[in-house]
């Protein structure tokens, strides 16, 4: 499944996973990583790792420093808990083509 990650580097896709640390991956939280996509590839060769368990991401968001913490504080984006499966199951929206 691919998702819509934002406006930014469009042409280009992350992964977003649960399958621990690989080589190119890097922890965002308990449970969930980005990257690592060479190092996946060949665990989906080997049968260790279905790539239904993942989320491709096209694009990304981004910001300059301190602009994501001044738009916290006047409410433009909440902060809220979330579990790895949840993030791992909803992110995003569909991206159509």
Not at 39 to 53: C, G, S
Not at 71 to 96: H, M, N, Q
């Amino acid at each position: 499944r691919v998702t819509y990650g934002g406006p930014v580097l469009t042409d280009e896709f992350s992964v977003l996973h649960g399958f621990g640390e690989v080589e190119g991956s890097r922890k965002l939280c308990p449970g969930v990583y980005i990257g690592g996509s060479e190092e996946l590839m060949n665990e989906v060769r080997t049968l260790r790792f279905d790539p239904a368990h993942a989320l491709f991401v096209k694009g990304h968001a981004g910001w300059v420093p301190g602009q994501l913490t001044r738009e916290i504080s006047k409410g433009v984006w909440y902060t809220a808990a979330a579990s790895s499966d949840f993030i791992l199951r909803y992110a995003g929206a569909p991206v159509t083509e």
